[in-house]
Nanobody, 123 residues
């Protein structure tokens, strides 16, 4: 089982930047995919960015392309999300997630989740 712990959230003004971190522990070598998701009250959780640790292949939601970058530090079992040009619509709880099954990776139906870190962007 993989344990995930996010950090780096906070409050920032529009146009600002934040970097989220997610430290993975446990059977991290089995993770086929990892990603960042976000959710606001009353809305469905949405995929923000995903990465395949083995190949480095990334996928981004259209709403964050060109502004967010997902990356990894395999030596430290850490996943990052660099967020720039933040907008008020980026305000949400951000979650780190992972899975080791292809079908779950492809459908973003991950099984391992962190507790989340809040990002608030003011205008």
């Amino acid at each position: 089982q993989v344990q995930l712990a996010e950090s780096g959230g906070g409050s920032v003004q529009a146009g600002g930047s934040l970097r989220l971190s997610c430290v993975a522990s446990g059977f991290t070598s089995s993770s086929l995919c990892m990603g960042w998701f976000r959710q606001t009250p009353g809305k469905e959780r949405e995929m923000v960015a995903t990465i395949v640790p083995l190949t480095g292949k990334t996928v981004y939601a259209d709403s964050v392309k060109g502004r967010f970058t997902i990356s990894q530090d395999n030596s430290k079992n850490t996943l990052f999300l660099q967020m720039s040009s933040l907008e008020p619509d980026d305000t949400a709880m951000y979650y780190c997630a992972s899975d080791n099954l292809l079908r779950r990776c492809l459908t973003y139906d991950y099984r391992n989740w962190g507790q989340g870190t809040q990002v608030t962007v003011s205008s």
